[in-house]
């Protein structure tokens, strides 16, 4: 069975720092990668998806996340953060063997300081 | 873009009683809807998968006698928690899978924040 896990359940940086989310999963077949923002108050958003082809994805709002096959990684990362950038990221993993079932990470908040 | 709704946003019962919470792609046909329940401060978790004119399959664990869907059309999926307690309290999304598309993406709803007393 598919899992995620993110390392990180909380993260405090202030603006303009760089951020960098780690995301593993488990799975040895094809997978589809997503990274999803809820900010406070709101529903979940896609920032960015991963389905084949370069492996540096580049989502909205100035996100990237880059997919290493060999490390079963998925990292978002932002060169320089905001204090809108302020919510909660999952990443989450799809594949074909389990129906195209999302299987989410447990989340990190994090909290950008003015 | 893929736009799911979700009604109501909020709705406070009292125990034992049933409530329904509707899940609507308003600008495309959603073959597959998800129904996830969302803890305070965790991550969500899938209670079940939806597919227009069939029956619901849920994930380990979760009561389908308790946590009945219904997807009578490909726009819409209900979720109704019938003789609901405190511990059904939650925050309940649904998502949908364009039919349409060839990626796997799910567009999600805005919530609905249920609270039994």
């Known amino acids: 069975a598919q899992s995620v896990s993110q390392h990180n359940h909380h993260v405090i940086l202030s603006e303009a720092a760089s951020l960098e989310l780690g995301c593993n999963y488990s799975y040895g077949g094809t997978v589809n990668l997503f990274w999803y923002v809820q900010y406070p108050g709101q529903h979940l958003q896609l920032l960015l998806k991963?389905?084949?082809?370069?492996?540096l994805v580049k989502g909205i709002k100035g996100f990237e996340a880059e997919f290493i096959k060999s490390k079963f990684s998925f990292n978002l990362r932002k060169p320089s953060v905001q204090w809108s950038d302020t919510a909660e990221y999952f990443c989450a993993v799809n594949t074909k063997a389990a129906g195209n079932k999302l299987t989410f990470g447990g989340g990190t908040r994090v909290l950008v300081k003015p | 873009g893929a736009v799911v709704s979700q009604h109501p946003s909020r709705v406070i019962c009292k125990s034992g009683t049933s409530v329904k919470i509707e899940c609507r792609s308003l600008d495309f046909q959603a073959t597959t809807m998800f129904w996830y329940r969302q803890f305070p401060k965790k991550s969500l978790m899938l209670m079940a998968t939806s597919n227009e004119g069939s029956k619901a399959t849920y994930e380990q664990g979760v009561e389908k006698d308790k946590f009945l869907i219904n997807h009578a059309s490909l726009t819409l999926s209900t979720l109704t928690v019938t003789s609901a307690h405190p511990e059904d309290s939650s925050f309940y999304i649904c998502?949908?899978?364009?039919?349409?598309?060839?990626?796997?993406?799910?567009?999600f709803g805005p919530g609905t924040r249920l609270t039994v007393l």
């Open positions: 998502s949908a899978r364009d039919g349409g598309s060839s990626y796997n993406e799910q567009f």
């Open positions: 991963y389905f084949s082809g370069d492996p």
